[in-house]
């Protein structure tokens, strides 16, 4: 079991110092996908040689913040980029935010990604708690420009920034996330080749942004509408039935868990871990921890076979 914050880039940077890089990008279009959801698809000439794997693979996207330009940051590309990012004054330094490849065509070298725009007024105004990605995602045009920290090879298994790694003897699998999650949860899904037990539950902002999945057979997924409740009240339940009713869930095992308190909570299983079921958890933080919580001390559930992952904290940037 590994337990970190995500933001593991200075340790993968040391780790696997050639598995990524950077990459210039720019729109080519954009597509509202549900009041929650925008899909900005991204190419370039350097975007051909983006390596993807599909699943939950993470990147970066780098975004100029007043002062720093990202050529600043492109200047100072190199192993030790991540220091040299590091050095540069906090209040103006660029913004690096993680993000899902939802789908990417090498034919064309487009990268579709499919961004929560939270803070974001219906007329696509910011309010003044926007972040910085959201913002920019809201106001992206065709020709607009971006830096990404991706992977530089394509190829399959498990490589840099992807989690999802059932055992291959699992044939229970399980997910749970929020709209942050749901890019993830949709690239794994389309991914799968039939033959397991699944189960899905997305909490989503509301009934509009239930999206149209590629399903393979035999996937259920159960997409819950949060309305004025708050984030995590419908999810819980939902994900107790869902674990009972495919026999992941047994009797409690009183086992102790650590609080992660001021931690993003992420914990991943081992790759080669033996279990027949398999769970991928992911979505705002607290609502993570207590999920955690809830499965490992009063559901039975092993930790071995089930990830947790904090995509975002209620009141943290970044
Ligand atoms: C592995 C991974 C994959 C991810 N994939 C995606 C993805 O494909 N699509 C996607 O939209 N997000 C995804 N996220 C989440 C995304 O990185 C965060 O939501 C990020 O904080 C957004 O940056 P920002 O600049 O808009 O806001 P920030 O500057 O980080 O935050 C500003 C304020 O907004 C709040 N906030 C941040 N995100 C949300 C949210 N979703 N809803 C409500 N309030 C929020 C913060 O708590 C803070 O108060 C992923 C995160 C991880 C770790």
Same mark, same amino acid.
């Given at each position: 079991? *590994? ?11 040391? $780790? ?17 996908? *549900? ?11 350097? /975007?051909?040689?983006?390596?993807? $794997? ?32 590091? $050095? ?23 990268? @579709?990604?499919? =961004? ?19 913002? %920019?995602?809201?106001? $992206? ?17 498990? /490589? ?17 996330? @929020? ?26 902002? !509301? ?58 909570? %992420? ?12 769970? %991928? ?5 607290? =609502? =993570? ?8 001390? @009063?559901?039975?559930?092993?930790? @071995? ?9 209620? !009141?943290?940037?970044?």
């Amino acid at each position: 079991m *590994s337990t970190a914050t995500e933001t593991t880039v200075a340790e993968t940077a040391a $780790a696997v110092p050639m598995s990524y890089r950077f990459f210039t990008a720019s729109v080519v279009r954009t597509e509202r996908l *549900s009041p929650s959801f925008l899909r900005i698809t991204l190419t370039g000439p350097d /975007m051909a040689g983006f390596g993807f $794997a599909g699943d939950d693979q993470r990147f970066k996207l780098i975004l100029a913040n007043g002062g720093a330009s990202v050529a600043d940051l492109l200047a100072s590309a190199g192993p030790d980029w991540y220091a040299r990012y590091c $050095a540069m004054p906090e209040d103006s330094r660029p913004y690096l935010r993680t993000y899902t490849a939802r789908a990417f065509r090498p034919e064309v070298a487009e990268l @579709d990604v499919d =961004v929560v725009l939270h803070g974001i007024a219906e007329d696509g105004t910011p309010d003044p708690h926007a972040g910085p990605a959201a913002t %920019w995602a809201a106001t $992206a045009v065709p020709g607009s420009e971006v830096v990404l920290l991706g992977p530089d090879r394509p190829g399959t298994g498990r /490589m840099w920034g992807v989690e999802w790694a059932p055992p291959v003897e699992a044939d229970t699998l399980f997910l749970a996330g @929020d709209e942050t999650a749901v890019p993830a949860i949709a690239g794994i899904i389309e991914n799968l080749t039939g033959g397991q037990r699944v189960v899905a539950v997305l909490e989503v902002p !509301g009934a509009a942004d239930f999206l149209s999945l590629r399903l393979p057979p035999g996937v259920d997924v159960r997409w819950l509408a949060r309305g004025s409740r708050a984030r995590g009240e419908l999810m819980e339940p939902a994900v107790h039935k869902a674990l009972t009713e495919l026999g992941i869930a047994r009797p409690a095992s009183g086992a102790e868990v650590e609080d992660v308190e001021d931690e993003m909570v %992420w914990e991943v299983p081992e790759a080669g871990a033996h279990t027949r079921c398999y769970a %991928w958890l992911a979505g705002e933080a607290g =609502v =993570v921890k207590a999920l955690r919580r809830r499965l490992v001390r @009063d559901l039975g559930v092993d930790r @071995d076979s089930v990830a947790f992952m904090g995509y975002w904290k209620v !009141g943290a940037r970044g």
